[in-house]
Nanobody, 128 residues
């Protein structure tokens, strides 16, 4: 059973940074593609970043491109989402998900959306 736990959320001022971590017990995250999603109140869940299993190819939504960076920390069995230049519109609950890698990034994200393995989320609030 794969259990994912997100951490690192909190309250930060606009322009600030946060470092989210997605850690796992029971399995090595290196065996999965890992995605980060977020959901703001009243809005649909949004896929914001993903890192593939085989070649570590990454994906970023336009809304976070150039500000967020996803990476693996194999030693700690975790995946990191470094978030810089945060904006109030980044306020949301952030979730990580794990799924077997598919033939392309879009298919991988679709499989994650269907319900693979998910954490319970961590709140990120960007406000002055």
């Amino acid at each position: 059973q794969v259990q994912l736990v997100e951490s690192g959320g909190g309250l930060v001022q606009p322009g600030g940074s946060l470092r989210l971590s997605c850690s796992a017990s029971g399995v090595a995250l290196d065996y999965f593609a890992i995605g980060w999603f977020r959901q703001a109140p009243g809005k649909e869940r949004e896929a914001i970043s993903c890192i593939r299993q085989t070649d570590s190819t990454t994906y970023y939504a336009d809304s976070v491109q150039g500000r967020f960076t996803i990476s693996r920390d194999t030693f700690r069995n975790s995946v990191i989402l470094q978030m810089n230049s945060l904006k109030p519109e980044d306020t949301a609950v952030y979730y990580c998900a794990a799924a077997p890698e598919q033939s392309n990034m879009q298919a991988t994200l679709a499989l994650m959306e269907l319900g693979s393995y998910w954490g319970l989320g961590t709140q990120v609030t960007v406000s002055s």
